[in-house]
């Protein structure tokens, strides 16, 4: 720790003065704790001693978990390469099995070292394999930064300044059934790109018609049906390694990535079956490399990747289903005779709280000095902020801040979870009192 202390004293004002400052300030102003300083049985604790409980979803099985640390040791600790000049690597060969066996249904991965890059991979093997212009998703989506995924993005602040965009792109109306058999009518949809349970876009799920016509629609014209499970998946809705298992068919690619690397090495996976790959890039011999990338297929990750995946029994999936049920319930209960309160939503440790906005003119980011801002609520930030004293970590979806999202570790303890409520209940007290 000492050949670290310069860093953790300083590197906060340097990531300001060299990185972005504008996230720096943004973090600033909701008070968020910014100065970690160490990680200690899972938890944060920043440089006034208050212990941290991260609802990021990340870091589904805690800060530095000792299991996959220990694994990461012991790979540098030997002499094996991590990168390999042909690009044929041992152990991603060995995650990609272990991957598929756990899975089921697919034997074939790509492997990046984010979610934007499993999403690209997937879009541009549907174009491979199609040869069909049209890639379609779902209003409220949230796929990543890349041009692809930034494609799929709502209208503003994480698109408008990129347009114009991927062409081919389009967007139809969250769930809308009508809409999506529109779509197909063209009979140029090389895919449709879907969460499960859009994160970013309130937490929402998709309607089991809606999934069924997807499911049923993609099949009859040829078109790829892809689930993003970057934050659904490895377990995250209790309902099975994968949200995607109960569907009327299962996804013909699968995109993982945040708690895929134990939450310490940067990992993501495009989960499709060989013979959809090798229709798409086995015609020419070279095509086999059309898409590629330098880092995504280190060893060093992928010996996180296998250390997770010994974590993700289904005694654990189990837990993280009857855990989530507890919390909703508790939830419900505590925060229901508030006014602002409306419903929790989500599955599993992916929970989302939605509040009303209050009715007061001065509860404005326009009355706080950010009229860019006006059309956002504040009810959610200002629980939020309520909560980071309390030791709780949370954020507000992107897409819609009357909600803030809940994905906390895994094996978190039910006694954490009722302090957790019953700060939630204060905090959304303290924003009704306000009104």
């Known amino acids: 720790?000492?050949?670290?202390?310069?860093?953790?004293?300083?590197?906060?004002?340097?990531?300001?003065?060299?990185?972005?400052?504008?996230?720096?300030?943004?973090?600033k102003l909701a008070r968020e704790p910014i100065r970690v300083v160490r990680a200690e049985g899972g938890l944060l604790v920043d440089s006034e001693g208050?212990?941290?409980?991260?609802?990021?979803g990340t870091q589904a099985f805690g800060h530095r978990n000792p299991s996959v640390a220990r694994e990461v040791r012991a790979f540098l600790d030997s002499d094996a390469p991590s990168w390999y000049p042909s690009r044929v690597n041992p152990f991603a060969g060995r995650l990609a099995r272990r991957l598929c066996e756990r899975a089921g249904h697919y034997d074939n991965v790509f492997f990046g070292c984010t979610g934007s890059d499993a999403v690209e991979a997937s879009l541009k093997l549907a174009r491979a394999l199609t040869r069909?212009?049209?890639?379609?998703?779902?209003?409220?989506?949230?796929?990543?930064?890349?041009?692809?995924?930034v494609s799929f993005m709502g209208e503003g602040y994480l698109r408008d300044p990129f347009v114009p965009l991927l062409q081919g792109a389009t967007s139809i109306p969250f769930g809308d059934v009508d809409a999506?058999?529109?779509?197909?009518?063209?009979?140029?949809?090389?895919?449709v790109l879907v969460e499960?349970?859009?994160?970013?876009?309130?937490?929402?799920?998709?309607?089991?018609?809606?999934?069924?016509?997807?499911?049923?629609?993609?099949?009859?014209?040829?078109?790829?049906?892809?689930?993003?499970?970057?934050?659904?998946?490895?377990?995250?809705t209790g309902r099975g390694f994968l949200a995607t298992e109960r569907w009327p068919r299962r996804p013909d690619v699968v995109l993982l990535?945040?708690?895929?690397g134990g939450g310490l090495l940067p990992l993501s996976a495009m989960l499709t079956r060989r013979d959809l790959f090798?229709?798409?890039y086995g015609s020419q011999f070279a095509a086999g490399e059309s898409h590629n990338n330098t880092m995504g297929y280190n060893a060093l990750s992928a010996v996180a990747g296998l250390a997770t995946l010994d974590l993700i029994t289904d005694e654990l999936i189990a837990y993280v289903r009857e855990t989530g049920a507890y919390l909703r319930e508790r939830l419900e209960s505590a925060l229901r005779p508030n006014r602002l309160f409306r419903e929790v939503r989500g599955a599993g440790l992916m929970l989302g709280v939605q509040l009303d906005p209050p009715d007061h003119p001065w509860l404005s980011f326009e009355h706080f000095g950010f009229p860019d801002l006006a059309h956002h609520s504040v009810v959610s930030p200002l629980v939020c902020h309520r909560l980071y004293r309390r030791g709780f970590f949370c954020f507000t979806c992107g897409h819609d801040w009357t909600i803030f999202r809940l994905q906390p570790r895994f094996d978190i303890?039910?006694?954490?979870?009722?302090?957790?409520?019953?700060?939630?209940?204060?905090?959304?007290?303290y924003v009704e009192g306000l009104t």
């Open 180 to 191: 999506l058999a529109r779509v197909f009518a063209g009979g140029d949809v090389a895919a």
């Open 132 to 149: 069909k212009p049209v890639l379609v998703g779902l209003t409220g989506a949230y796929h990543g930064c890349s041009y692809g995924s």
């Open 278 to 280: 090798v229709r798409a």
């Open 1 to 27: 720790m000492d050949a670290f202390d310069d860093i953790l004293r300083d590197g906060f004002d340097d990531y300001r003065a060299f990185v972005n400052p504008l996230i720096a300030q943004r973090a």
């Open 257 to 260: 990535a945040k708690q895929l």
């Open 196 to 236: 499960p349970i859009q994160g970013e876009g309130g937490v929402r799920e998709l309607p089991p018609p809606f999934v069924e016509a997807l499911c049923d629609l993609t099949a009859r014209h040829g078109a790829l049906l892809i689930a993003d499970e970057v934050q659904t998946g490895v377990g995250r």
């Open 50 to 56: 208050l212990v941290i409980e991260d609802f990021h």
């Open 413 to 429: 303890p039910r006694d954490t979870l009722d302090t957790f409520v019953d700060a939630a209940a204060e905090a959304l007290a």
